[in-house]
């Protein structure tokens, strides 16, 4: 039941599939009737939020949002400065001649250096208020960081599952932030098997991606603020690269929320889902109109966020994408390498290799004229590209400073 309790909003959460309330009060994972996400929601007439008053919100962190956030008790939440990234109008210059009308949201700013930190900022904090003292989670990389951080942040024990091939500096950023880090001969879905066995037989509260419903809320907010940062006035597409998919996920219940408050109406931008072709499962469902994605076999990607084989909200994912009359498209990684050396050359963006994919999907859209360059386009930049500098290769002159025909050499 929904309640106010000291001026917050109370909640429920509900299973996605058929709507069974689960008590939010004790710890939660996936739905006990389905085995599938759990969603918060809200009594969102209790909340007074209008365009002036969402412009006028204080702090330089999500946690401006709180009102709309699951943590009761402010004393719970785990601050880092997550969130209020900017929204970069795109130059029009070299490759991105002519695009109008095209932002990034780049969320590499974030602390850990990913959009990560707002969903593991939001879940780390409510499982702190649900006394949870050991956190576990298996990950391709940015979460992985995320998740270190926030714990040690919180003082919880953390144990972090990567895939053996994943960037050193992630790798490295885990360990000096505390976590307990073990290499895995394998992708993702092998990390998270590990952690299925830690939460049955240690008791591990598993953060992995969609496995507790607060995740989400984090998420959420990048909707809240792309809608802040364009007068809310909503693009015409978003593009977002998507492996498990909680962003475009929470970005979409983001808009729903707010316009259930009457602050934006119904219209909605596409949402559009950019994979790798070497791990496209949310495209190949969408391809063949199904809302099961299924598994990828033999997942590989330079681009290890979208190395995600399986997701557990690809019905959430693919609903979104067909409700909005989407797309989800997949790139080479030769295509999202160069896009990304582009977006950092002609835009001063140090992009991850998933965002580049946003540009190389945009840019397709684009000739295959299911997009205008004057379209008000949103990427998203979900990384910085600082822990991903092992896909950049390097073959450079070196100088001898005391050549007398140095400058004729450059």
Request: with cysteine; charged share 20%.
């Given at each position: 039941m929904i309640k106010l309790n000291g001026g917050k909003v109370m909640f429920k959460l509900v299973c996605t599939v058929c709507g069974k309330e689960h008590d939010h009060e004790k710890i939660q994972t996936v739905?006990?009737?389905?085995?599938?996400?759990?969603?918060?929601?809200?009594?969102t007439s209790k909340v007074n939020w209008t365009k002036e008053s969402l412009k006028d919100l204080k702090g330089n962190s999500m946690w401006k949002f709180k009102e709309m956030m699951p943590v009761v008790d402010d004393q719970n939440i785990i601050d880092l400065g997550e969130g209020d990234t900017p929204m970069i109008k795109a130059h029009q210059r070299g490759s991105f001649e002519g695009y109008s009308n095209l932002y990034i949201k780049d969320e590499g700013i974030n602390p850990t250096g990913s959009f990560k930190a707002r969903g593991i900022g939001a879940a780390l904090s409510k499982a702190k208020e649900l006394g949870v003292t050991k956190?576990?989670?298996?990950?391709?990389?940015?979460?992985?960081?995320?998740?270190?951080?926030?714990?040690?942040?919180?003082?919880?024990?953390?144990?972090?599952?990567?895939?053996?091939?994943?960037?050193e500096m992630i790798v490295k950023e885990c360990v000096a932030l505390g976590a307990n880090v073990y290499l895995v001969d394998g992708i993702i879905s092998d990390c998270g098997h590990i952690v299925s066995k830690g939460v049955d037989e240690i008791g591990w509260f598993p953060i992995s991606t969609l496995k507790e419903p607060y995740r989400v809320e984090g998420k959420k907010t990048m909707g809240y603020e792309l809608a802040i940062d364009l007068d809310f006035e909503l693009p015409d597409a978003i593009i977002y690269p998507t492996g498990g998919g909680t962003g475009l996920i929470g970005m979409w219940k983001a808009f729903r929320e707010l316009e259930s408050m009457g602050v934006i109406g119904s219209e909605r931008p596409k949402m559009i889902t950019v994979q790798s072709t070497g791990c496209a499962p949310i495209v190949r469902a969408y391809e063949s109109g199904v809302r099961d994605a299924g598994f990828w076999d033999n997942a590989a990607t330079v681009a290890s966020g979208l190395r995600v084989p399986t997701a557990i909200g690809d019905f959430l994912i693919l609903d979104a994408i067909n409700e909005s009359g989407g797309k989800?498209?997949?790139?080479?990684?030769?295509?999202?390498?160069?896009?990304?050396l582009e977006m950092c050359a002609d835009q001063g963006i140090f992009a991850c290799p998933e965002g580049g994919a946003t540009w190389a999907a945009a840019k397709k859209l684009v000739?295959?004229?299911?997009?205008?360059?004057?379209?008000?386009?949103v990427l998203f930049n979900t990384g910085s590209g600082?822990?991903?500098?092992?896909?950049?290769?390097?073959?450079?002159?070196v100088l001898d400073p005391n050549d007398p025909d140095i400058l004729k050499k450059l």
């Open positions: 739905s006990d009737c389905h085995k599938k996400p759990l969603f918060v929601e809200y009594d956190v576990a989670i298996p990950s391709a990389g940015n979460a992985a960081g995320a998740t270190a951080a926030y714990a040690a942040s919180a003082g919880m024990e953390c144990y972090v599952f990567m895939p053996q091939d994943t960037p989800a498209i997949s790139v080479t990684d030769e295509e999202l390498l160069s896009a990304q000739e295959d004229g299911y997009l205008s360059k004057d379209d008000k386009i600082m822990n991903y500098t092992n896909v950049i290769e390097l073959d450079l002159p």
